[in-house]
């Protein structure tokens, strides 16, 4: 696995350029700027930054549909709560949610904090709440799944 040194510096800038950009410009471009970036960079032939790019891009996606389904679990416990006219300690309050916010935003913090680190070592890197989704739609072979 022999790369350039522009490779690995851009593949380990790639996730903080990111959330940097989704930060100061617009929330949603978290969901839009890593698949954009995948074909940019296989326009320009960096294979570590694609991959970089698409495990950011997989890592996203795994995230929203663990938090989707989460909170469709709280929202549906909540309603029983409201209807049955009792309370559950952690959902009605919503400090389930909040923490469960606060959790997957640091999770995700770390591992695009590691996946740079990995990216500018040459070494793989998945998330363990990566699903795979979009390695597997492109041929690779999910390793953690």
Do not use: C, H
Request: without cysteine; positive net charge.
């Amino acid at each position: 696995m022999n790369t350039s040194t522009k490779d690995r510096t851009v593949a380990a800038a790639t996730p903080f350029m990111v959330l940097v950009v989704s930060y100061l410009l617009a929330p949603w471009l978290l969901l839009l700027l890593p698949p954009a970036l995948y074909f940019i960079y296989r326009k320009l032939s960096l294979d570590l930054s694609k991959n970089t790019s698409l495990a950011i891009f997989d890592l996203i996606v795994s995230l929203v549909l663990i938090g989707l389904a989460a909170g469709a679990i709280i929202g549906s416990l909540l309603i029983v709560a409201r209807d049955g006219e009792f309370t559950i300690p952690l959902i009605s309050s919503g400090l389930l949610a909040t923490t469960l916010t606060i959790v997957f935003g640091l999770y995700f913090l770390g591992s695009l904090i590691k996946l740079s680190l990995m990216s500018y070592q040459e070494k793989p890197y998945r998330p363990k709440l990566s699903m795979g989704i979009f390695e597997a739609l492109r041929g690779k072979r999910a390793s953690n799944v």
